[in-house]
């Protein structure tokens, strides 16, 4: 419900109300009161307010809402509709907090149709007498595309994408230089993060072209491609991770995925704490100082890589939930 919309060009649909960039990300209720204000200087109620009034304006038979209760509750008293509810928020996962009761409540009185993210928060709404709810796959996955080819094996870094991205590269940086063996690195970027990424190595790295985007010879090996998630990911030997959804899909895609602790915008002890607990044996959580060992560690063992790369798949379900919901929504009788 925040930025400008970027991530939605080139598709065929018309973005009807977009936000601005605040410096929360999206996360400010989560972050805390200080990022929360800044989001309200810069702007967010006057989005919120354009936006319930484009939903006012439309007449739709359909409403579909995607994210989290709060998404669903604005929806809702926008377009005075009951709604198909998609909850993607890694926090609402049983895995991890589950939904309070006002919640339940909230999804009781304004939704058709729940789907939910993984099997285990089905049978929590199962328990609490919902019968009107869905695990039909991953939505998450599907926003993974196969990829198109293969790259030489290395280890993909996931900065994340918000304005912190830069920093954090930086830190992942640091850590892959006391990694023993060498290898190719790999970072992808999307349009929101590309000027983040670039301006963070420019001064500190000489960047070079690459046929699909920027590489650094010295003092590692980068390279930095746009729209090469997939392609990176599924030529690594495991992520290293300071990212939300990408850690997700990575472990979906059957990667370990390493992370540690920082106090970034939507990256923080939270959030990451929090992600451990979705992700299971597929992520492996640890302090800074002792991120290295545990790296250098784990690929000196194939067979634990394996094992921490099967459990992301299961934690992460499935492709093809995309598909399976609509064609759910299309022949919904009421």
Same mark, same amino acid.
């Given at each position: 419900?925040v @930025?400008?919309?970027? =991530?939605?060009k080139?598709?065929?649909?018309?973005?009807?109300?977009?936000?601005? +960039? &605040?410096?929360?990300g999206?996360?400010?209720?989560?972050?805390?009161p200080?990022?929360?204000?800044e989001?309200? #200087?810069?702007?967010?109620?006057g989005?919120?307010?354009?936006?319930?009034?484009?939903?006012?304006?439309?007449? =739709?038979?359909? &409403?579909?809402?995607v994210?989290?209760?709060f998404?669903?509750?604005?929806?809702?008293?926008?377009?005075? #509709?009951?709604?198909?509810?998609?909850?993607?928020?890694?926090?609402?996962?049983? !895995?991890?907090?589950?939904?309070?009761?006002?919640?339940?409540?909230?999804?009781?009185?304004?939704?058709? !149709?729940?789907?939910v993210?993984?099997?285990?928060?089905?049978?929590?709404?199962?328990?609490?007498?919902?019968?009107? &709810?869905?695990?039909?796959?991953?939505?998450?996955?599907?926003?993974?595309e196969?990829?198109?080819?293969?790259?030489?094996?290395?280890?993909? /870094?996931?900065?994340?994408?918000?304005?912190?991205?830069?920093?954090? /590269?930086?830190?992942?940086?640091?850590?892959?230089?006391? +990694?023993?063996?060498?290898?190719k690195?790999y970072?992808?970027?999307?349009?929101?993060?590309e000027?983040?990424?670039?301006? =963070?190595?420019?001064?500190?790295?000489?960047?070079l072209? !690459?046929?699909?985007?920027?590489? &650094?010879?010295?003092?590692?090996?980068?390279?930095?491609?746009?729209?090469?998630?997939?392609?990176?990911?599924?030529?690594?030997?495991?992520?290293?991770?300071?990212?939300?959804?990408?850690?997700?899909?990575?472990?979906?895609?059957g990667?370990?995925?390493?992370?540690?602790?920082?106090?970034?915008?939507?990256?923080?002890?939270?959030?990451?704490?929090?992600?451990? #607990?979705?992700?299971?044996?597929?992520?492996?959580?640890?302090?800074?100082?002792?991120?290295?060992?545990?790296?250098?560690?784990?690929?000196?063992?194939p067979?634990?890589?394996?094992?921490? @790369?099967?459990?992301? #798949?299961?934690?992460?379900?499935?492709?093809?939930?995309?598909?399976?919901?609509?064609?759910? +929504? =299309?022949?919904?009788?009421?």
């Amino acid at each position: 419900m925040v @930025g400008e919309g970027n =991530a939605f060009k080139g598709y065929n649909f018309p973005v009807l109300s977009s936000g601005s +960039i &605040v410096p929360s990300g999206g996360f400010g209720f989560r972050v805390g009161p200080s990022l929360f204000k800044e989001d309200i #200087k810069r702007g967010l109620l006057g989005d919120l307010l354009n936006m319930y009034k484009t939903l006012r304006s439309i007449n =739709a038979e359909i &409403v579909i809402s995607v994210g989290d209760p709060f998404n669903l509750v604005f929806t809702h008293l926008g377009t005075k #509709k009951n709604i198909f509810f998609i909850s993607t928020d890694q926090g609402h996962s049983a !895995w991890v907090n589950g939904f309070s009761r006002i919640e339940l409540e909230l999804i009781r009185r304004y939704t058709l !149709w729940t789907f939910v993210r993984d099997r285990r928060t089905e049978e929590f709404f199962r328990e609490r007498g919902f019968r009107n &709810v869905s695990y039909l796959g991953n939505p998450l996955m599907d926003t993974v595309e196969e990829p198109k080819f293969l790259l030489e094996e290395g280890i993909t /870094l996931l900065p994340g994408t918000r304005r912190d991205s830069g920093r954090n /590269l930086l830190l992942l940086l640091d850590v892959v230089r006391e +990694i023993k063996k060498r290898f190719k690195y790999y970072i992808p970027i999307n349009n929101n993060s590309e000027q983040y990424i670039i301006e =963070a190595l420019d001064g500190r790295y000489t960047l070079l072209d !690459w046929e699909y985007g920027y590489r &650094v010879e010295s003092p590692v090996e980068l390279y930095i491609g746009k729209g090469l998630f997939p392609e990176m990911v599924s030529s690594s030997i495991l992520v290293i991770g300071l990212s939300g959804s990408g850690n997700e899909q990575s472990a979906g895609l059957g990667k370990p995925v390493v992370s540690f602790y920082i106090d970034g915008i939507q990256f923080n002890r939270k959030f990451i704490s929090e992600q451990k #607990k979705l992700l299971g044996d597929s992520l492996i959580l640890s302090d800074r100082e002792s991120v290295v060992s545990i790296i250098n560690s784990l690929l000196d063992n194939p067979q634990e890589i394996e094992r921490r @790369g099967d459990a992301g #798949k299961i934690r992460m379900g499935e492709r093809g939930a995309v598909e399976r919901i609509s064609q759910f +929504i =299309a022949g919904y009788k009421g």
